[in-house]
Each structure stands twice: as C-alpha cells, then as structure tokens.
C-alpha cells in the first residue's frame, strides 16, 4: 500500500433512480476505516448535487455506486464535473455494469469500474492511488495557471 | 478445537454404536472447524433423536394443513397444486413488456408480475427522469393506457397478477382501471399488491421516497380497506423480507423483521376498527432464498409456525385461514457471481430447492445474468426451465414436506424458531417496527449483518466459487452486449405520452387532484379509493403522487452507517 502523507477524500455516493445502498455503504465503512475522510450521501442525488458537493468538500475521489443502470448517467456526470473546473478529480464506479458499458464508462474518463466480487482491500488501494494521481493532477493544474 | 464430549456420553446413556462414532469422529477429525450458519447458530457434524427430543418441541411438527403449519400450510401441498411460477419481468415500453410477458406466459409461467421503471417506483413520470434510465429496470408505466398495453392479450380475470407497486399503489389502480374498460368485475381480480410493505422499502430498499412514513402507513391502512370492500380477493398486504436480506439481513433476522411488520400493520388495522379475520386471509410474505440451503428450509418452517401462533394468540384471528403463512419467494441476487456467471444456474437450483422444500406458494427463480445485466430473454428462460425441471424431471412435488422429520431440519427449525422469536422481542422492546424503524435500530442491525458477512467472504471463510477460490481466467461466458430499450421506441412513448396528458381537460384532471387532497385531509376519506378514481380520470403516476407527497409529507432517507 502506498503511504500517503494526506488523508484522502471521498465522496461515496449514487446518483439516478436506484436506492439500493449496501454496497456504497460498504464501501464508504470500508474507506473510512482505511483512514481516508468519506462524504457520504443518500442515493438518487442529481448530478449538479454531486458536482456541487465534490466542489465543496474538495474530493478527490468521487466513488458513484450502481445497481440499477443507473451508470448509464455516468458518462453526463464526468462533463458536468470537467466543465466546473473538477478535471483533476478522479471518478470510479461499482456496482453492475455490463462489459460494454464498461468501455463506454472508461471512455468517458471513469478511472476504474469495480464489479461484484471486488474485495474491499482491492478498492481502497486503488481508491487511495487514485486520491494521489488527483491531488498530483491538481497540482500540475495550478502550476499551469 | 475439538467440541466437548456430550454430556450424555459420560452419563453412560449412549449406545455402544453411538459412543464409537463419537470416538472415532474426534480422533479422525482432528481440528474441527467451528461451523455456525449466516443466523448465528452453531451446527453439530450430525444429529440424532436426542437433539429432537432435546428441543421438547416434538408435538409441533404435526400434518399439512393443520395449525402449527410446520408441514405446510395446505393438506396438499405441491403435491396438489405446484407452487405458481412468477417470474418478474418488467423493461422498456408497454409493448416490450407485453411481448416478453406473453412468451414466458406460453412457456409456462402462471402468473404475472410486473416490474416498473425505477422511475415509477420513484413517484415521476417518463418526462421528468433521464431518458438514459427509462425502461431499463422496468417498463415505463405512467397511466392507466399504458397498463392497458401492459397486459393486452392477458386475461386479467382469470390469472393471478402481482404489482410490485409500494405506496399508494397506483400500478394497481391502472390495472383496476384497465380491468373495468374490459367490463371485468373487479370482484374476479386475483393477485397481490406485492411490496406493498411501506416499513421494508423504507429500511432496506428505499423506495419509500413516494411518501413519509406515517403517510405511508395511512395509505397502506386505506389500501387494505378499500381492497377488502371493492376489490376482496386481491391481496392487499405483502410483507417482505426480501429487502432486508438482500439488503445484509440474516435470513433468521429478515424473518423475525418480516414478522414483526406483519404484526404492525394488523395492529394498524385492528386499531382501525378492522376484523383480524377479515384481512389477515389477505396477508402475503415475500421473502429471498439464500444459498444457506437447510438454514432457509428451517427458516420458512419456523416462519410458518410462529405466524400461526401470532395470528391466532396475539392478533386474536379465529380462522384457520388467518393464520395461513402464504409466500412468495424469489431466489437471491446478491449471491450470483459475475465471474463464471453460467454457475449461478446451479446457485439458483440450489436456492430454488430450498425454497420448494420450505413450502413455498410462489417462485421466481433468477436468471444467471443478473449479476452483470438486467437479465436477457435467454437468461429469463432458463430461469423457467429451472423451475420446469425441479418440478417435473426431478419430482420434488411428490411428497409433501420430505424433509420434515429429518433430525437436522427439524432441529435447526426449533432453533431457527427461538432465534427469531428472539429478535422479535428486541423489536417490541423497541416500541414494535414503526417505531424500531423509525429510531433507525433495524437499519443498524442489518448494516452490522452485511458487513459481518462481507468480512467472512474476504476473510474466506465464506467461499464463492470463482470470486474468492476456484477463480479462473477464462470463464466460458458468452457476454453478449447488453442491449437497452430501443431510444426510438421510447421516445414515440414519451411523445405519445406527452400528447394524451396535453390532451386531457383540465376540469377533470384538476377536480381528481383535489379528491385526493379532500380524501388525504379528511380522518374517513380513503386515500386509495381516491387514488383509483384518479386513475380513471387520467392522473398519472408522477400527478398522484406529487399531489400526495405535498399533502401526507415526503419521506427522507435515514442514513446509518
């Protein structure tokens, strides 16, 4: 695991129509206890509500959570987030996701798809490695302007 | 470690054969593991009469048909009438969904359900939502025409239909609707307002965004009284434990949660001047079937024993068939693997057979697709076939209760029984379920249940095939492309849609909108009865439900993690 010198911050969440939560439960009990800082919300939010809280809170990770098709809105939340200036943050998915979709998903710019079976180990190094290519990504951005 | 000697054996009461197994069990075994099911209970390598006799419950067990219900609550059982194949098929327009209907109809399913669009379920309408999500989980039903498509060809009178349709149940005032332009006396209508359970989606599903909680339960009490008055073989009430277990639930909690909510509502309705006898006939269970085969065996038989005792001591029913424990059941999603994903056919015979074994009255059996798509027409066939051959090429319906007697299952139903009479009590220490809801605590035992069970599986001491042993890189799947509603198709829906709302007279969807507040602000008014005259004058889904939002408040999650 790589030692990080921040604690990373996430924000596990659902965005659409499905309100099945054990699995961002799950995961965000999981983030919280591998030291990371989780925001964590009711599902069905919308995605200016997530673009606005990832704003707010300063995230790094954003971690949407679908059982229900509801990914298929992913790829609209990935520009909402570009166009509020968030490029930086990284953005992952879990849940059920059907193998082209998938494609569709990383397309857009979704770092990594989590299927069933994932153990929560494998998603929290990842979700940290992802905190620090954000926090790196920022840096560079700012350097830039 | 090894397990203690039995006491009984040093008391010198064991038989010499007895007394040999026990010996050369512990010197053959070595380290035994220490084996207890998802509920909690430990299970012993082997059990004999002396664990029957231990529990003194003998007496309990009796015949099919006859109180305490162990054996099945029918004197026939599967043996007279199978189990009724129910299989939840629910996508795109009402075309799609009458078409997918009818062909698992011609293979065999006698029953139908219907599944909406998460969108229904969430109280809006097709022009509200996404258009990426419609009719993706669920068919897009918005009014009492498209129900009318639904189920064009269907005979509504003459086969049982399931709305999986929460508070304030507008997919069966459509249906009623549709049913009455086909001059169909409702009094023919048969089915069950599945999910109607307010308490369950609100803790495990959250689709109670439709309505507060007391909002909810006043539309549930109106439902279950109109329905008795208009409408009397439908099934008002079914109480799930499906979403709790599928939620992290053990099954020994779902079904003390389950039970506990059945309590509630037939106190509501008591408490409302109702007669037990008259709605508890009208009560259905609706529950998940684990892959922990004799743990859900034990789990329904238990079930179906204390229910006959709540129902008749603590709710006072006097007929037999009040204290009939009817359910459906549907094998669990959340077992199904990604990986290797044609093994979940064997998961579900396997859960399917635990089910039957239980005395189901209902099945549907999931298709092996699940755990990465909304399942194809292939995998929804083979569901079937799995449920055709279960009954038909492996003769599990010839023979009532088969397991009864073993001195497992009878032993682990004992055990299972005290185990969720238990839980039972924490529940009506805290107040009975509303209020144990309310307060958040069933929310947090199952949380604590979900994340025990996680631990165990990437601890490995539960294994999954292909997940977390057995793992193999090339896994004989053929993952066609999952394909979603044609966009086409839906937009003329929505356009449609659009148009036949335009179309309305304003007088007449104004006048149903403010019968519903009058109804919803009057103490005698029945919500529900509202509801269905809405419908006939052409409300639709998101029309009610707003309207009902504002005048019996909006439900907000309760998040505990």
Known sequence: MTTLDFRPRVLVTKIGLDGHDRGSRIVAAACRDAGMEVIYTPPWQSIPAVVKLAQEEDVDVVGISSLATDHLIVPKLMAALREAGLANVRVVVGGIVPDNEEKLLLESGVREVFHPGSTMDDITTRMREYACEARKAGAAAEEKT | ?561
């Not at chain 2, 019968?515 to 602000?521: G, N, P, Y």
Request: hydrophobic share 40%; net charge negative.
């Open chain 2, 1 to 561: 470690m090894n397990k203690p000697i039995d006491p009984t054996l040093l008391a010198g009461t064991v038989s010499p054969a007895r007394a040999r197994w026990q010996r050369e069990y512990q010197s053959d075994i070595g380290e035994d593991r220490d084996v207890h099911n998802v509920s909690g209970i430990p299970i012993q390598p082997l059990y004999t009469a002396d664990d029957r006799a231990a529990s003194g419950n003998d007496e309990t067990l009796g015949y099919p048909g006859q109180p305490d219900y162990t054996r099945g609550i029918y004197a026939t059982m599967h043996r007279g009438r199978t189990w009724t194949q129910r299989q939840l098929v629910g996508l795109g327009t009402p075309a799609d969904y009458n078409e997918r209907l009818l062909g698992l109809l011609d293979r065999g399913a006698t029953a139908v359900s219907l599944i909406p669009c998460n969108s229904v379920y969430r109280g809006y309408d097709m022009d509200s939502v996404e258009p990426e999500l419609l009719g993706t989980c669920g068919v897009v039903v918005n009014n009492a025409d498209h129900m009318d498509r639904c189920l064009a060809g269907v005979d509504v009178d003459e086969i049982s239909c399931a709305m999986n349709d929460p508070s304030p149940f507008t997919l069966f005032a459509f249906m009623l609707v549709a049913a009455e332009r086909r001059g169909i006396d409702w009094n023919r209508i048969t089915g069950t307002s599945n999910q109607s359970d307010y308490l369950s989606h609100y803790v495990a599903n959250h689709m109670f965004y439709r309505l507060s909680l007391p909002g909810a339960r006043r539309v549930l009490m109106d439902h279950i009284a109109w329905c008795r008055q208009h409408a009397p073989r439908w099934n008002p009430m079914s109480v799930v434990g499906q979403h709790t277990q599928q939620a992290g639930a053990t099954p020994a909690e779902a079904m003390a949660f389950t039970l506990s909510t059945a309590v509630q509502n037939a106190e509501d309705c008591i408490g409302r001047g109702m007669n037990p006898d008259e709605i508890l006939p009208r009560f259905t269970f609706f529950f998940d079937i684990s892959l922990s085969f004799f743990e859900e065996i034990a789990k329904f038989r238990a079930g179906r024993r204390i229910w006959a005792r709540l129902a008749k001591e603590r709710l006072g029913a006097k007929d037999e068939r009040s204290w009939r424990f009817k359910f459906h059941a549907q094998t669990s999603g959340v077992d199904l693997t990604r990986q290797q994903p044609l093994n979940n056919i064997a998961r579900v015979t396997a859960q399917a057979m635990a089910g039957i074994f239980g005395g189901l009255q209902s099945l549907h059996t999931d298709a092996y697709d699940e755990a990465y798509a909304t399942p194809s027409e292939a995998g929804a066939r083979i569901a079937v076939a799995t449920q055709n051959i279960l009954r038909e090429e492996a003769h599990l319906t010839d023979v009532i209760d088969p397991l009864g007697g073993s001195f497992y299952v009878e032993s682990l139903t004992d055990q299972m029984e005290e185990k969720i009479v238990a839980i039972m009590k924490t529940i009506d220490d805290a107040g009975g379920m509303y209020k144990a809801v309310e307060a958040g605590l069933v929310q947090r035992m199952i949380g604590a249940s979900a994340m025990r069970f996680q631990r165990k599986v990437e601890a490995g001491e539960q294994v999954v095939v292909g997940v977390n042993k057995y793992q193999a890189d090339d896994d004989f799947a053929n993952r066609p492309p999952v394909e979603r509603p044609d966009a086409a198709a839906m937009q003329r829906h929505l356009d449609e849609f659009k148009a036949a709302k335009a179309a309305r007279s304003s007088t007449v969807v104004g006048k149903a909108l403010d019968d519903l507040t009058r109804a919803a602000e009057s103490k005698d008014g029945n919500v529900f009865g509202a509801v269905v005259d809405g419908a006939r004058a052409g409300l639709t889904n998101e029309e009610i439900c707003t309207r009902l939002r504002r005048d019996l408040g909006f439900g907000q999650p309760l998040i505990v993690v």
